[in-house]
């Protein structure tokens, strides 16, 4: 898929250091070969190098170009470090010096400590451990950037066949995350999801803040919930191109919008649609993808000081490789 191979190409083009903090998943040891070998990132694993033996089929244990480094969190010179930053971050919450030391041996926290303390710059994790494992801490120890309040998540979504005139890349918000945001929530997904269009589609984002009604068609709580987040939107940012509440087919189908909100600056060919809530989020990527042939990536996390992407425990060695492209680009770009 042409944008796909326009990420990957991206983030070849100024390697930055990604960390996977579950080097014992063999998914894990295979996309962090061939990311390091392809030039995708410079590839950092928590864990002991895998044995060629325990590698997946086909997988060379040493291939040619980079490699990653691995590390044992376990002999690092940064504990010391790790444990007074761990410490001085949770100990509002109760924790003990015994228990920071502890704690900063687990890897999923070392390497987001290596992210907070600039030795990595982004981290990906989630084939092994849950959501909340990988949202929690990355919170607690990345922390929320300043210019938002909440963290959300969104999905690239990719099909050959365009999902409207020109468009085969779509950005998805919010269907993994936040189950049931109110306005100020809403807008902040919004504005989150078009920063994160400019960086990994390069285009011009063209928001649809989604629901039942369009241009109050319809009457209702949940209708005022996302009208009032666009307002909130264009207030903040009038240069966004954004319809809300507008229904689906008239915010990517350009002769409904053509009917339904004539005056409208994204006029049917919108890129990023943002849900009501994560039943709907979920429901429509999930559509997307088994229905219409769509390739779901992610879910991706934005809103945090650095980048610290969350997988699917049933993803793929592909998706692996696929997500820390998009963990080095949004680390280009600061994100």
């Not at 687990?106 to 981290?123: I, K, N, T």
């Amino acid at each position: 898929m042409k944008q796909l191979d326009r990420i990957l190409e991206k983030a070849r083009r100024q390697p930055m250091r990604i960390v996977l903090c579950e080097g014992d998943d063999p998914r894990v040891q295979a996309a962090a070969l061939r990311a390091a070998a392809d030039g995708l990132a410079r590839v950092i694993v928590v864990g002991s190098p895998p044995a060629a033996a325990s590698l997946p089929a086909g997988t060379a244990s040493q291939p040619s170009g980079s490699i990653p480094e691995y590390l044992n969190p376990q002999a690092s010179p940064w504990l010391d470090e790790f444990q007074q930053i761990l410490l001085a971050l949770r100990k509002k919450r109760g924790m003990t010096p015994e228990q920071a030391a502890a704690a900063v041996r687990e890897p999923l926290v070392f390497a987001l400590l290596m992210v907070r303390q600039g030795y990595a710059d982004g981290s990906v994790a989630g084939a092994t451990h849950t959501t909340a494992d990988v949202v929690r801490n990355a919170i607690q120890i990345i922390g929320v950037r300043p210019d938002t309040r909440h963290i959300s998540s969104f999905f690239i979504m990719l099909r050959e066949q365009a999902f409207n005139p020109g468009t085969h890349a779509m950005i998805f918000s919010d269907c993994g995350l936040v189950i049931d945001p109110d306005s100020e929530q809403l807008a902040e997904i919004a504005m989150a999801a078009a920063d994160s269009a400019r960086t990994l589609l390069e285009v011009t984002p063209k928001l649809a803040m989604l629901s039942f009604s369009t241009a109050g068609s319809a009457t209702h709580r949940e209708v005022d919930k996302v009208r009032i987040a666009t307002e909130l939107v264009r207030e903040r940012q009038p240069e966004l191109a954004i319809d809300g509440e507008i229904q689906l087919d008239a915010a990517i189908v350009p002769d409904i919008s053509q009917r339904k909100v004539p005056d409208s600056r994204v006029a049917g060919q919108a890129n990023v649609l943002i849900f009501p809530n994560l039943s709907a989020g979920n429901i429509g990527y999930k559509l997307t993808e088994r229905l219409g042939g769509a390739t779901a990536l992610g879910p991706l996390l934005q809103g945090l000081n650095k980048p610290a992407n969350d997988l699917s425990r049933g993803c793929s060695t592909d998706d692996v490789y696929n997500v820390i492209a998009v963990t080095a680009v949004q680390a280009q770009a600061g994100q």
